[in-house]
T-cell receptor, first 115, second 116 residues
């Protein structure tokens, strides 16, 4: 168990629908990152939140949004779903190690299937 | 932006042999290069990383080398064991010095199969 909790583990929905994925970071970690893993695009950085504030954006579609709450859990909202949004969505939290770099710890992921 | 290429896509080795995975990156500003191992049904797990001011780092059977001039880095696994079977990803920090350290560009992954 990595300490990063993601729910739900699996989700099946239809095109056009909206879903919310939830992530609880490891205790004490202030940063939350969202990544998408698909067969054709691989692992892609979506967005980073630090202590409730957005810090960096990657290849995140406008139909997707995220937020981090005061208790540091984060939610990734995916709307107007398309078949191509089917993927594994990972959340990671981080701690700064002794050399000053953020070391990411990933959760087990949420598998989204859009039919 | 950063582009990371990883080779090979699959690697089969006999138990006890060595495995080598190579990655190249495009952004000379990248300064942090982690390697992740992903087992079936799990998220990626950091196994080793290297910063740009270091040319080589070793942790038991795992070592990583970095050539900043050539912009490539490699993962070496010695004395492979069946439990080393997994998908391995290289990654490079994406963005400038002030950018989020967790903003990583990943390679496409290498499926490693260790046969007894």
């Amino acid at each position: 168990d990595s300490g990063v909790t993601q729910t739900p583990k699996h989700l099946i929905t239809a095109t056009g629908q909206r879903v919310t994925l939830r992530c609880s970071p490891r205790s004490g970690d202030l940063s939350v990152y969202w990544y998408q893993q698909s067969l054709d695009q691989g692992l892609q950085f979506l967005i980073h939140y630090y202590n409730g504030e957005e810090r960096a954006k990657g290849n995140i579609l406008e139909r997707f949004s995220a937020q981090q709450f005061p208790d540091l859990h984060s939610e990734l909202n995916l709307s107007s779903l398309e078949l191509g949004d089917s993927a594994l969505y990972f959340c990671a939290s981080s701690v700064v190690d002794s050399s000053g770099a953020n070391v990411l710890t990933f959760g087990a992921g949420s598998r989204l299937t859009v039919l | 932006g950063e582009n990371v290429e990883q080779h090979p896509s699959t690697l089969s080795v006999q138990e006890g042999d060595s495995a080598v995975i190579k990655c190249t990156y495009s952004d000379s500003a990248s300064n942090y290069f982690p390697w992740y191992k992903q087992e079936l049904g799990k998220g990626p797990q950091l196994i080793i990383d290297i910063r740009s001011n270091v040319g080589e780092k070793k942790d038991q059977r795992i070592a990583v080398t970095l050539n900043k001039t050539a912009k490539h880095f490699s993962l070496h696994i010695t004395e492979t064991q069946p439990e080393d079977s997994a998908v391995y990803f290289c990654a490079a920090h994406w963005g400038g010095p002030g950018d989020s350290w967790g903003k990583l560009q990943f390679g496409a992954g290498t499926q490693v199969v260790v046969t007894p």
